[in-house]
């Protein structure tokens, strides 16, 4: 179940039109690294969430 539920919110932080936008109009350095950040952070509280409500 915790890793069900992480790798769905990862899968919502790391939408390819996301990414795509952020390609566009912020530039690649931004839309390369934030998936290197956010979903590390995604899975944490994944977990985190699972503990408490267990």
Same mark, same amino acid.
């Given at each position: @179940?915790? @890793?069900?539920?992480a790798? %769905?919110l %990862?899968?919502?932080?790391?939408? +390819?039109?996301?990414? &795509?936008? *952020?390609w %566009? =109009?912020? &530039? /690649? /350095?931004? %839309?390369?690294? @934030? #998936? !290197?950040?956010?979903? #590390?952070?995604v899975? *944490?509280?994944? +977990?985190?969430? =699972?503990? !408490?409500?267990?």
């Amino acid at each position: @179940m915790i @890793m069900f539920v992480a790798q %769905a919110l %990862a899968e919502v932080v790391t939408d +390819y039109t996301e990414i &795509g936008l *952020l390609w %566009a =109009n912020v &530039g /690649r /350095r931004v %839309a390369l690294w @934030m #998936p !290197l950040v956010s979903v #590390p952070q995604v899975i *944490l509280v994944g +977990y985190l969430f =699972n503990k !408490l409500i267990k």
